[in-house]
């Protein structure tokens, strides 16, 4: 018997060598998450102060940051504005093609997971820091509590977003005695749960932070309602969509930046229009992918014929947010990825390379909760005031402004273009298509599968249409390496054929 409390003792202290490790190497959002806990403590000793909670804290949003790459793949790889380059993964490369099978490496879901045990272990341990740490306030513990909970729910709405019915863990992995083999639980239950989490922390939620990379690094009452909203819309619930973004309006965290500030959202970052943004310092080896994927010499990404047709000098004026901009001409027939390369929105002034990686990756910023606003306004046929926020934002871009129909298509194809072109390459495409899918039992699915095969060569479009016609397939599978480690799950339907 004492062998094997010895062994589970080694197990644990093993597991809090891993946490300090992980956060010196990951460094993850700024110089605020260099609290990190000390090597060699086992739980008992390492739960001892408000400090080790936020060091924990702190790597949760580490952790979050080193998705940056996944967030992108996923959000854009299977839409319709990029295209693949030579240095590309054949694994992305076969998302793009719809050529998915559950050995490929972007099914596998771990460093979500991952994200997900550093928010548990917060909330499992820190209250009862407090027995222990007199000076941890009762408004410190809600505050470090209430990211936590932010932290878990924005995971986990990635997750449902991508798999559709996931594993919803709500305890931190920290003995052998842990459950690790859960099975899948419905999207909505998982979207139920984590709403009914952020509508019981938001009030905790703070932006009195020392810095604007915390300011806009860190959960606030703003993101939360972001969140919120953008669950709100996955689940078509237009009433309380617009309700959130509301409470941002009025909270005036964030306002949309004027024309000649724009690009300051990437370079330098953290902009008034920011809410919530992934923070990167190359100084301090907090390093960014977005880079290494988007810029020329990678070979990775490029921009698609439909995103060169949206922003090039040749087939459109969109002078803030167009050529120089969110792309760059490299040659006659080749376009990149400039939003994350760029200092300036000239198409010129790349990045230095002590600073190449380090623009940060924005979650939600004000225009993107405006659109999603005047999505739900016009599911509501309340047509006149979606259309002012279109034009507003339109206005901003230095574009003409819309005139609409007043009908319900009309409005959603308009604002799925102009999310298009506003929030180009910020890894919403692919969720914002699938939504639409998704709408009014799937009435307008064809028109997803329309638009993707678009973007695809011809002797493809046919191969590549049959296989989006059943939506389970617009979800990814479980990667195989998991199904055979955890006998309770099931494989996603699509991929059983």
């Not at 419905?186 to 938001?202: G, K, M, P, Q, Y």
């Not at 699938?434 to 039992?441: P, T």
């Amino acid at each position: 018997m004492e062998q094997i409390i010895n062994f589970k003792r080694m197990k644990t202290k093993i597991k809090y060598i891993l946490i300090a490790l992980v956060l010196m190497v990951q460094s993850g959002c700024n110089d605020w998450v260099e609290l990190i806990p000390p090597n060699g403590l086992v739980r008992e000793e390492f739960w001892q102060s408000k400090e080790d909670v936020e060091a924990v804290l702190m790597g949760a949003y580490s952790s979050l940051s080193s998705l940056d790459n996944l967030f992108f793949i996923h959000g854009e790889a299977r839409a319709d504005m990029v295209d693949d380059d030579t240095n590309l993964s054949e694994n992305t490369r076969n998302m793009m093609i719809g050529n998915i099978y559950p050995d490929n490496w972007n099914a596998n879901w771990q460093d979500f997971y991952n994200v997900i045990n550093y928010a548990n272990e917060v909330i499992d341990n820190a209250p009862g820091v407090q027995d222990i740490d007199d000076t941890f306030t009762d408004y410190q513990l809600q505050g470090y509590l209430a990211e936590a909970y932010f932290i878990r729910a924005l995971t986990y709405f990635y997750l449902v977003r991508i798999y559709n019915e996931v594993p919803y863990v709500t305890e931190p992995s920290e003995t052998d005695e842990s459950f690790f083999y859960p099975e899948k639980s419905s999207a909505d239950f998982v979207l139920n749960s984590i709403t009914e989490d952020l509508l019981a922390n938001r009030q905790y939620l703070t932006s009195n932070f020392m810095s604007i990379r915390e300011i806009k690094g860190r959960a606030s009452k703003a993101a939360c309602n972001a969140l919120l909203a953008d669950i709100s819309l996955w689940q078509f619930d237009y009433n309380k969509v617009i309700e959130y973004v509301q409470q941002i309006e009025m909270s005036e965290f964030a306002k949309l930046v004027s024309a000649d500030l724009w690009f300051y959202m990437y370079f330098p970052g953290n902009s008034d229009e920011s809410i919530f943004e992934l923070q990167f310092d190359e100084r301090q080896s907090q390093r960014n992918s977005t880079y290494g994927m988007t810029n020329y010499d990678g070979q990775q990404f490029l921009a698609s014929k439909k995103a060169i047709e949206m922003f090039s000098l040749e087939f459109a004026n969109e002078p803030f947010r167009g050529q120089g901009a969110t792309i760059k001409k490299e040659s006659e027939t080749t376009f990149t990825i400039w939003k994350y390369v760029g200092m300036a929105p000239d198409g010129t002034t790349i990045r230095p390379s002590n600073i190449s990686n380090t623009a940060n990756w924005i979650v939600y910023r004000y225009a993107d909760v405006m659109l999603m606003k005047a999505e739900a306004l016009s599911q509501l046929d309340r047509f006149e005031e979606a259309l002012a926020i279109v034009n507003n934002i339109r206005d901003r871009a230095g574009v003409n402004p819309l005139a609409l129909a007043n009908s319900r298509i009309a409005y959603e194809d308009a604002i799925l273009q102009e999310r298009a072109l506003e929030l180009a390459y910020e890894g919403k495409r692919w969720f914002d298509l699938v939504r639409m899918g998704r709408r009014n039992d799937y009435a307008r699915s064809s028109n997803l599968v329309n638009l993707i095969i678009e973007n695809v060569p011809a002797t493809q479009k046919r191969v590549l249409g049959s296989k989006l016609t059943n939506p389970m397939g617009w979800y990814m599978p479980i990667y195989e390496d998991e199904l055979e480690r955890n006998k309770y799950l099931e494989q996603n339907p699509y991929y059983l054929r």
